[in-house]
């Protein structure tokens, strides 16, 4: 079993940056891809972005490309989120997801274990 918490939500003012962090522990390893996921109120669960367990493969969704930069150290159990230019329409419950596979992919069902969530609110 892997257990996962995020960590860094909160209120931002648009154009504003956030970061999210998330730990694994349990049976958690090095092989594990990584992604995180958003949902956004009154939507369902999207992905936003997923690194894959070596840090050579990445999947952005669009509408974060070039604003949003997941990562995770070699050999490290905490996934990050840096997120810049931070629109109104990126407030949602951020959750970060583990996949036995070394790379989930964008679908939710690539993934094995969640997070419980963490609220992100951009507004002024």
């Known amino acids: 079993q892997v257990l996962l918490v995020e960590s860094g939500g909160g209120l931002v003012q648009p154009g504003g940056s956030l970061r999210l962090s998330c730990v694994a522990s349990?049976?958690?390893?090095?092989?594990?891809?990584m992604g995180w996921f958003r949902q956004r109120p009154g939507k369902e669960r999207e992905v936003v972005a997923a690194?894959?367990?070596?840090?050579?493969?990445?999947y952005y969704t669009d509408s974060v490309k070039g604003r949003f930069t997941i990562s995770r150290r070699d050999n490290s159990n905490i996934l990050h989120l840096q997120m810049t230019s931070l629109k109104p329409e990126d407030t949602a419950v951020y959750y970060c997801a583990a996949s036995k596979a070394r790379f989930g992919g964008r679908y939710e069902v690539g993934y094995d274990y969640w997070g419980q969530g963490t609220q992100v609110t951009v507004s002024s």
């Open positions: 349990g049976s958690f390893d090095d092989n594990y891809g």
């Open positions: 690194l894959g367990s070596t840090g050579q493969t990445t």
